[in-house]
């Protein structure tokens, strides 16, 4: 039981983690194209 309660523990606290970089994100396009610019760079190189 123990094991169940920290997997759930821990799958709760990735989901929130995971909102939380998703509302940052979605507030700071400027986060989004610079990663976008950075991604496409990086693939240009390969």
Do not use: C, H, R
């Amino acid at each position: 039981m123990i094991i169940i309660k920290e997997l759930f523990l821990s799958l709760i606290l990735g989901a929130a983690i995971a909102g939380l970089l998703t509302v940052i994100l979605v507030n700071n396009p400027k986060i989004w194209y610079k990663t976008a610019k950075k991604i496409k760079s990086k693939q240009k190189d390969n």
